[in-house]
């Protein structure tokens, strides 16, 4: 049987995307011996006793439980990594923390920072992890279903998307952003322990998620590829797409439905651009509020009405509801002051999130075997 372990690296830089970083120290924690131990790549105070290579042909074959798998796997990608924030998410709605001692109170910032402070400190904060969650998190109770989710998927999906970066026309790039020094890629990182499920993305200041459609900053970021664009994909009327699907209600194929919805909601046959403005925002107020009971005539919202009600009535007497798609629980661990609108909103997020990274999913796999076929006719040639 592998063996299971906790594991800690210690990069050079706490500030560096990890695709730039470089690891000095390693610390394990065997959960079968109670064992610590270590291993020193690059850190001064103490004697040099591996090689990373050596380090990483050693724990191959190991269960390994980290903090961050995402981040991990730049630097252990094929390794069987185990996000313990995966489980402590799931189960408490919210996340560990590295321990990061700063006797020297050095600036963050300050390249190779780690090589400066101390090796005991950094022992220190490894036993205090061990201490705080880490040697109990193994034996520790857990939804299957809600951990492969965040554990495999979302990790595994998002961590294919960070690690190509995003290539930059650096002319365009400082004129918005004169105070990053990046050459040629900008890289991100996404945070997949949102309480909706739905991941943010952000680094060094930049929010990807919010950049500004109307100053040109989005110029900045061009494709890899000679002649190569972006392709921006969106949904007409993704949410009340979805709720359809949830309630099981049929949109004609010849029309979208907001303006099935318009036609509904003023009894007409034709619609104007006008009318189908109006009916995104009313449909929008009914599906996050109280549905007006005049809407309630509509089956639709009638269907709708009667899922928020089901939804409302199982979290209240479980203190959970199950995601649609990943079945991913939804507990008053991961809703502040929930109420029955409230809790259906969360659950249209997740059921947008698992959608669209089960797509995500395809496309990288579809997209690589495609890879994979080309270096395979060129080695035929």
């Known amino acids: 049987m592998a063996k299971t372990v906790y594991l800690k690296i210690i990069n050079k830089c706490n500030h560096k995307h990890p695709v730039y970083d470089e690891p000095i120290i390693a610390f394990l924690y065997d959960y079968s011996s109670k064992k610590i131990s270590y291993f020193n790549f690059l850190h001064q105070d103490v004697e040099i006793n591996s090689t990373w290579d050596k380090f990483k042909n050693k724990i191959k074959n190991y269960k390994i439980f980290v903090i961050n798998k995402k981040k991990y796997k730049y630097l252990l990608e094929d390794l069987e990594l185990n996000d313990v924030n995966s489980i402590q998410f799931c189960n408490e709605g919210n996340t560990f923390e590295s ?41 520790s109770k857990y939804d299957v279903y809600s951990f492969k989710f965040f554990n495999n998927l979302l990790s595994d999906t998002l961590y294919e998307i960070e690690k190509n970066g995003i290539k930059l ?21 996404y945070n997949i322990y949102n309480p909706t499920g739905r991941p943010s993305n952000n680094f060094d200041g930049i929010n990807y998620v919010a950049l500004n459609k109307d100053n040109g900053c989005r110029k900045s970021f061009v494709s890899r590829y000679d002649n190569g664009y972006y392709l921006m994909v969106d949904f007409t009327g993704f949410h009340p797409y979805i709720v359809s699907s949830l309630i099981n209600y049929k949109v004609p194929d010849e029309e979208t439905i907001y303006e099935h919805l318009a ?95 089960n797509s995500l999913d395809r496309c990288i ?10 270096k395979h006719n060129r080695s035929r040639n």
């Open 263 to 357: 036609k509904k909601y003023y009894n007409i046959v034709n619609v104007t651009s006008d009318d189908i403005s109006k009916a995104k925002k009313l449909t929008m107020v009914n599906l996050y509020g109280d549905i007006k009971k005049d809407y309630l005539k509509i089956e639709f919202f009638k269907k709708t009405d009667e899922l928020k009600n089901k939804y409302w009535e199982t979290f209240l007497r479980k203190g959970y509801v199950e995601s649609p798609i990943y079945k991913r629980k939804i507990t008053n661990h991961h809703i502040k002051d929930a109420n029955k609108n409230k809790l259906f909103s969360y659950i249209i997020q997740a059921t947008e999130t698992e959608y669209g990274i």
């Open 365 to 374: 796999k579809f997209a690589g075997d495609k890879k994979r076929r080309c």
């Open 99 to 139: 321990e990061w001692s700063n006797p020297l109170m050095l600036n963050d910032f300050i390249n190779d920072h780690n090589l400066a402070i101390p090796f005991v400190k950094h022992q220190s904060d490894f036993e205090n992890e061990l201490d705080s969650f880490a040697r109990e998190i193994k034996s």
């Open 169 to 189: 026309n650096l002319e365009e790039f400082e004129k918005f952003y004169p105070d990053k020094k990046y050459e040629n890629y900008a890289y991100t990182q």
